[in-house]
């Protein structure tokens, strides 16, 4: 291979992570709570080549993914009437438990499950401030200020947390994130709680947005491909014409 089929092999291969990430955005468009991702490029230029191919491939700068950031920015609060749905128009976190420990959400889509425990709809059990909230029987509503209301009487206390931003958190799976290694929220005091109650927080991805930039990517996916096939076609002409006796 040539250097300018390692460039273009990996705007390639940048240009598909990107759309790999488009079309993931776009699939959770109407999940609750969700939060769009975005894969980070670099341009590196200290590239070493494969095992067996010469050391004029050094020279050529590769674009590599560094990262992948997620988009926290609050999604559009959506009226639903359901008691035990509830949204946070602020930067807060929901915390649940799951058997590999805390995780936290946005998705305020609560039930109770046959035992009177306030779940998530994947079935991980809402904090309180005491942990698990087991509720008694009775009408059930949830306060703007994180209180939960058995028949008008409260019963328990939603536990949100706070992050720093942007929120050292990864994807879990089920509108769930976790804490990166060495990184702890902090509990939000009581008189600082402030929810939408009978609401829930659409996901932030633009599906009109991610549309677009669907057809664009694969617009860039398609150049780089195409780019690829004619350096081959040159190569082969090199390789069959340099030389050649008449």
Partial sequence: MTVGDYIAASGGMAALARLEAVAHNLANANTAGYKAERPVFRLRQDVQPPPGEPLRM???????????????????????????DVAIPGREFFAVRT?????????GIFRLDPEGYLVTASGARVQGANGDL????????????????????????????????PPPLVPQGDALFAPKPGTAGTPVPEDQVHLDPKAIEGSNVS???SLIELVDVSRSFESYMRALKQMD??????????????
């Fill in 99 to 107: 058997d590999a420990g805390e995780r936290y959400t946005r998705q």
């Fill in 58 to 84: 050094t020279a050529g700068a590769q674009v590599v993914q560094a990262d992948t950031v997620f988009d926290f920015s609050t999604g559009p609060i959506q009226a639903t009437g359901n008691p035990l």
């Fill in 134 to 165: 087991r509720l008694p029987p009775g009408g059930v509503e949830i306060a703007e200020n994180g209180a939960i209301l058995v028949d008008g009487i409260e019963a328990g206390r939603l536990k949100l947390v706070r992050f720093p931003d």
């Fill in 207 to 209: 599906a009109v947005g």
């Fill in 233 to 246: 076609q040159v190569a082969g002409h090199a390789i069959d014409d340099v030389g050649k006796v008449e």
